[in-house]
């Protein structure tokens, strides 16, 4: 295993500037999620890292050694790309095989690496298919045996799991996660699915036009958002964001409740909803509305359980609220979070206790 090191990584294409200054670090053993919309430059990063592509400025470290100038077979990174990329005429011994034979592996020590390798990922019996033969799953297994068996220092996942239903991805992402704990190694997954990166990261790096916006646990990202892509780009539905004179205000919909939900004592901001539609979906309903009083109309939802009581006709005027502080605030200008200040924080409207 070793960490991996991006410093000042630029690229640039055609004078467009794809990669913007690009500074993280992926600590020995981690998880780091590269999470962004797509065109962000994610998969930029991904081969740059690999060897597949060269940073116009920057430098790609790998356990503390510059490997930047290096060819893609002198890096010892493994990548599993989206489309698998496995050979079909061959079986999934011999795709997982292949790597060793490239390397110029004895013909024991290849069997005895292959067979592990297919065990860790739970494809032993699999071995004499062609991947027309098999699963989405089980390709998206095989392909990653194929990146176990060269003993890399990291692995790079892009968008591993896209090719996959919505059922099989929640599986394959268990799969992954125990897998990576057992292998202990330093992975780098890159994805636009924030269900994967909420899920599965010890910390997210969030892209947008190249430039990393936010880096921190998903409970860091979805609870203090740095500004307001990451804010609305993080979290299904995204954070509600209503401008007032001073500051935007956001809040996650679980935090927008009917007031009489609030039982203990404490500082409330009463924000009214006009109610325009209901949609339940099973274990929670989201309630979708605009504000009145004292903002301007500005779209918002509220996530309630179905296990909670509470009716509310179309068209007509909720009493909703937030906690105060549930609240982020964001500077209308630079769109950045503003500072937190715990309970001394300034609010930018009137406060009632519940």
């Given at each position: 295993?070793?960490?991996?090191?991006?410093?000042?990584?630029?690229?640039?294409?055609?004078?467009?500037?794809?990669?913007?200054?690009?500074?993280?670090?992926?600590?020995?053993?981690?998880?780091?999620?590269?999470?962004?919309?797509?065109?962000?430059?994610?998969?930029?990063?991904?081969?740059?890292?690999?060897?597949?592509?060269?940073?116009?400025?920057?430098?790609?470290?790998?356990?503390?050694?510059?490997?930047?100038?290096?060819?893609?077979?002198?890096?010892?990174?493994?990548?599993?790309?989206?489309?698998?990329?496995?050979?079909?005429?061959?079986?999934?011994?011999?795709?997982?095989?292949?790597?060793?034979?490239?390397?110029?592996?004895?013909?024991?020590?290849?069997?005895?690496?292959?067979?592990?390798?297919?065990?860790?990922?739970?494809?032993?019996?699999?071995?004499?298919?062609?991947?027309?033969?098999?699963?989405?799953?089980?390709?998206?297994?095989?392909?990653?045996?194929?990146?176990?068996?060269?003993?890399?220092?990291?692995?790079?996942?892009?968008?591993?799991?896209?090719?996959?239903?919505?059922?099989?991805?929640?599986?394959?992402?268990?799969?992954?996660?125990?897998?990576?704990?057992?292998v202990k190694g330093t992975w780098l997954y890159v994805?636009?699915?924030?269900?994967?990166?909420?899920?599965?990261?010890?910390?997210?790096?969030?892209?947008?036009?190249?430039?990393?916006?936010?880096?921190?646990?998903?409970?860091?990202?979805?609870?203090?958002?740095?500004?307001?892509?990451?804010?609305?780009?993080v979290g299904m539905p995204p954070m509600n964001l209503?401008?007032?004179?001073?500051?935007?205000?956001?809040?996650?919909?679980?935090?927008?409740?009917?007031?009489?939900?609030?039982?203990?004592?404490?500082?409330?901001?009463?924000?009214?909803?006009?109610?325009?539609?209901?949609?339940?979906?099973?274990?929670?309903?989201?309630?979708?509305?605009?504000?009145?009083?004292?903002?301007?109309?500005?779209?918002?939802?509220?996530?309630?359980?179905?296990?909670?009581?509470?009716?509310?006709?179309?068209g007509e005027l909720a009493a909703f609220a937030v906690?105060?502080?549930?609240?982020?605030?964001?500077?209308?200008?630079?769109?950045?979070?503003?500072?937190?200040?715990?309970?001394?924080?300034?609010?930018?409207?009137?406060?009632?206790?519940?």
């Amino acid at each position: 295993m070793a960490s991996l090191e991006l410093r000042g990584i630029h690229k640039y294409f055609q004078q467009q500037h794809s990669i913007n200054g690009v500074s993280l670090k992926v600590e020995d053993g981690e998880l780091l999620i590269l999470l962004g919309p797509s065109g962000c430059g994610k998969s930029t990063l991904m081969r740059i890292i690999s060897g597949l592509d060269t940073p116009t400025e920057g430098e790609v470290l790998i356990d503390g050694q510059a490997v930047t100038r290096l060819r893609p077979k002198d890096r010892n990174v493994a990548m599993v790309f989206q489309n698998y990329a496995l050979y079909p005429h061959l079986t999934l011994y011999e795709n997982i095989a292949f790597p060793l034979r490239v390397r110029g592996t004895r013909g024991t020590d290849v069997d005895g690496k292959v067979r592990w390798a297919a065990k860790m990922v739970g494809i032993e019996h699999l071995l004499d298919r062609k991947p027309r033969q098999t699963s989405g799953g089980e390709r998206q297994r095989t392909a990653l045996a194929r990146s176990l068996v060269r003993d890399p220092d990291v692995f790079l996942l892009d968008e591993p799991l896209s090719n996959l239903d919505a059922k099989m991805r929640h599986t394959a992402r268990e799969e992954l996660r125990e897998f990576q704990h057992r292998v202990k190694g330093t992975w780098l997954y890159v994805t636009h699915d924030q269900t994967e990166a909420m899920g599965m990261g010890d910390r997210v790096a969030v892209l947008n036009q190249g430039q990393v916006r936010q880096i921190g646990t998903p409970q860091e990202i979805y609870l203090h958002p740095a500004d307001m892509f990451v804010a609305t780009f993080v979290g299904m539905p995204p954070m509600n964001l209503v401008e007032t004179p001073a500051d935007v205000i956001g809040f996650r919909p679980e935090h927008y409740l009917p007031r009489a939900f609030f039982r203990d004592e404490g500082e409330l901001v009463d924000i009214p909803m006009r109610l325009r539609r209901v949609e339940y979906l099973g274990g929670e309903r989201l309630f979708y509305g605009e504000t009145e009083g004292n903002y301007p109309a500005t779209r918002v939802i509220a996530r309630i359980p179905a296990t909670v009581p509470y009716s509310q006709e179309v068209g007509e005027l909720a009493a909703f609220a937030v906690r105060a502080g549930d609240l982020s605030l964001f500077d209308p200008q630079t769109q950045l979070a503003r500072p937190r200040t715990g309970d001394a924080r300034v609010l930018p409207l009137r406060q009632r206790s519940a």
